[in-house]
């Protein structure tokens, strides 16, 4: 153990993919999948290379609720506006009408959306704290958050290839262009809300709370509904990028190799002596109009709040 240790906290990436992929595969021969195996991975890791600090810092990201009211609105909304669209494009080209039978009691989607919010079996908790709340920043060190994403893109899709060849889970291979798309939805969400795992948890609860595939029987609507959720999906992810590209230009530096020169500087509003790791500076922009904490409004403050002292220009 005293050997194996050392290494996982230089390659803690490569430790933390091996073990989701060995975990999450072991029940492919069987015919299942363990999305839980992300997380188990990610709390082993955890565990050996930071402790109860990285323990921590992951149970704040994922109770980390003081963020904008507009990044809950865009988790809750965007999903259901993607369902929304797919839906009625596909009854503009459909020869037959919707199947809603899954919603057979009116608080049915209210049951799934909090079973899927707790249950580490089930996505949603099995991936969150283990790719956005370790993958998503350490992979951030040394790149830009659009190399990152990319290269976590890639990854978190190829853990999802079983997926496509079990019987159990009923999905087809296009629907990995929704996965990549996701992605960049969910490290854009998790950059705007100061890194809540919270928020991103909760996008990614109501994207997969209401099925696509059984709102019509297996044929050409039942393909086509697939093809333009999943299309839907990777468009976004691509639009997201190309709107807002401020936010895909950060880079963490690495802190053990800063010098005095790259250091994190203050928060940037007067008075605030509230530095953030690995924080640099990338433009002279002025603080925004709804007085939020320079870093807090850059989606990189560890505990976002909202400034009562003022504004300055970095």
Same mark, same amino acid.
């Given at each position: 153990?005293?050997?194996?240790?050392?290494?996982?906290?230089? $390659?803690?990436?490569?430790?933390?993919?091996?073990?989701?992929?060995?975990?999450?595969?072991?029940?492919?021969?069987?015919?299942?999948?363990?999305?839980?195996?992300?997380? *188990?991975?990610?709390?082993?890791?955890?565990?050996?290379?930071?402790?109860?600090?990285?323990?921590?810092?992951?149970?704040?990201?994922?109770?980390?609720?003081?963020? /904008?009211? *507009?990044?809950?609105?865009?988790?809750?909304?965007?999903?259901?506006?993607?369902?929304?669209? +797919?839906?009625? #494009?596909?009854?503009?080209?459909?020869?037959? #009408?919707?199947?809603? /039978?899954?919603? $057979?009691?009116?608080?049915?989607?209210?049951?799934?959306? =909090?079973?899927?919010?707790?249950?580490?079996? @089930?996505?949603?908790?099995?991936?969150?704290?283990?790719?956005?709340?370790?993958?998503?920043?350490?992979?951030?060190?040394?790149?830009?958050?659009?190399?990152?994403?990319?290269?976590?893109?890639?990854?978190?899709?190829?853990? $999802?290839?079983?997926?496509?060849? *079990?019987?159990?889970?009923?999905?087809?291979?296009?629907?990995?262009?929704? +996965?990549?798309?996701? +992605?960049?939805?969910?490290?854009?969400?998790? =950059? $705007?809300?100061?890194?809540?795992?919270?928020?991103?948890?909760? =996008?990614?609860?109501?994207?997969?709370?209401?099925?696509? /595939?059984?709102?019509?029987?297996?044929?050409?609507? @039942?393909? !086509?509904?697939?093809?333009?959720? =999943?299309?839907?999906?990777?468009?976004? /992810?691509?639009?997201?990028?190309?709107?807002?590209?401020?936010?895909?230009?950060?880079? +963490?530096?690495?802190?053990?190799?800063?010098?005095? @020169?790259?250091?994190?500087?203050?928060?940037?509003?007067?008075?605030?002596?509230?530095?953030?790791?690995?924080?640099?500076?990338?433009?002279?922009?002025? *603080?925004?109009?709804?007085?939020?904490?320079?870093?807090?409004?850059?989606?990189?403050?560890?505990?976002?709040? !909202?400034?009562?002292?003022?504004?300055?220009?970095?």
């Amino acid at each position: 153990m005293s050997a194996v240790a050392p290494w996982i906290r230089d $390659h803690r990436l490569v430790s933390f993919f091996a073990l989701t992929y060995a975990i999450s595969w072991s029940l492919v021969p069987f015919g299942s999948f363990l999305p839980t195996g992300a997380l *188990i991975a990610a709390l082993i890791v955890m565990g050996i290379a930071d402790g109860r600090a990285g323990f921590r810092e992951l149970g704040s990201r994922i109770v980390r609720w003081r963020v /904008g009211w *507009i990044w809950y609105v865009a988790a809750i909304g965007i999903p259901v506006a993607i369902l929304a669209i +797919t839906i009625a #494009s596909n009854s503009a080209f459909a020869s037959t #009408s919707p199947s809603f /039978g899954q919603f $057979h009691a009116w608080y049915s989607v209210i049951v799934v959306v =909090a079973v899927r919010m707790i249950d580490p079996l @089930n996505g949603p908790v099995a991936e969150e704290p283990s790719f956005r709340g370790l993958a998503q920043p350490s992979l951030e060190v040394g790149r830009t958050r659009c190399t990152a994403t990319a290269i976590l893109a890639v990854l978190v899709t190829v853990w $999802h290839i079983p997926l496509y060849f *079990i019987d159990e889970f009923e999905l087809q291979p296009i629907e990995s262009l929704a +996965t990549f798309g996701c +992605t960049f939805f969910y490290a854009w969400l998790f =950059a $705007h809300s100061g890194g809540s795992v919270l928020i991103t948890l909760i =996008a990614h609860v109501f994207e997969g709370s209401i099925r696509i /595939g059984p709102l019509w029987a297996d044929g050409p609507d @039942n393909d !086509r509904v697939i093809a333009i959720y =999943a299309l839907a999906w990777f468009a976004f /992810g691509v639009l997201v990028v190309l709107c807002d590209r401020s936010v895909w230009r950060f880079r +963490t530096v690495d802190n053990q190799s800063a010098d005095e @020169n790259t250091l994190p500087p203050r928060c940037g509003v007067r008075g605030c002596l509230r530095r953030s790791p690995g924080w640099t500076r990338t433009s002279n922009r002025p *603080i925004n109009s709804r007085k939020l904490c320079q870093l807090s409004y850059r989606g990189l403050c560890s505990r976002p709040f !909202r400034c009562r002292m003022g504004r300055r220009k970095l």
